[in-house]
T-cell receptor, first 115, second 112 residues
Framework: GAVVSQHPSWVICKSGTSVKIECRSL??????MFWYRQFPKQSLMLMAT?????????EQGVEKDKFLINHASLTLSTLTVTSAHPEDSSFYIC???????????FGPGTRLTVL | GNSVTQMEGPVTLSEEAFLTINCTYT??????LFWYVQYPGEGLQLLLK???ADDKGSNKGFEATYRKETTSFHLEKGSVQVSDSAVYFC???????????WGAGTKLIIKP
């Protein structure tokens, strides 16, 4: 089946630093990738939709200058949390969408802890 | 608008008990419906799906039937195991979009 990887799986950083999270579709091409944020004991919150070769579309309330998304190829999208603060600590999940079967395949998630 | 409502958890059952997790939705048109499962420390996995009314999705002993008349997609399993302990998410995809609309998730705890 389709596999999506995320790297790193967990990261701890100091407040004020930037963190980059990679999302890769390993065995298929994804024209669209989604980035979600999941708070403890809560559902997924869609942050942005990323289309290869174009600017990401951010959901209302998500700061695009803080959460930089780049979808440079059909198999890679990156989320950079800039100037991270403790309130950015969360579980970030990406998914890759394939028009074959119109399904989203999810990465394992990245646990970000900002000290 | 589109929305998904799931029963609140946690749901605690003994092994071999019958499981039902309720899911109802609001949507225009003919959405596709999904159940995803998130095991502890892991990412989301598609458990089953149904793309049209009266379809039944099934996988790993779990079943859910797309009921348009009651706008429901309840998840059922006849005999749960400890390994089924996880968080279960109901979701819909509107027929005009590829984004998913998520329920809040239901944590399932199975005790031996």
């Amino acid at each position: 089946g389709a596999v999506v990887s995320q790297h790193p799986s967990w990261v701890i950083c100091k407040s004020g630093t930037s963190v980059k999270i990679e999302c890769r579709s390993l065995d298929f091409q994804a024209t669209t990738m989604f980035w979600y944020r999941q708070f403890p004991k809560q559902s997924l919150m869609l942050m942005a939709t990323s289309n290869e070769g174009s600017k990401a579309t951010y959901e209302q309330g998500v700061e695009k200058d803080k959460f930089l998304i780049n979808h440079a190829s059909l198999t890679l999208s990156t989320l950079t949390v800039t100037s991270a603060h403790p309130e950015d600590s969360s579980f970030y999940i990406c998914s890759a969408f394939t028009r074959e079967g119109w399904e989203q395949f999810f990465g394992p998630g990245t646990r970000l802890t900002v000290l | 608008g589109n929305s998904v409502t799931q029963m609140e958890g946690p749901v605690t059952l003994s092994e071999e008990a019958f499981l039902t997790i309720n899911c109802t939705y609001t949507a225009t048109g003919y959405p596709s419906l999904f159940w995803y499962v998130q095991y502890p420390g892991e990412g989301l996995q598609l458990l089953l799906k149904a793309t049209k009314a009266d379809d039944k999705g099934s996988n790993k002993g779990f079943e859910a039937t797309y009921r348009k008349e009651t706008t429901s997609f309840h998840l059922e399993k006849g005999s749960v195991q400890v390994s089924d302990s996880a968080v279960y998410f109901c979701a819909l995809r509107p027929d005009s979009n590829y984004q998913l609309i998520w329920g809040a998730g239901t944590k399932l705890i199975i005790k031996p």
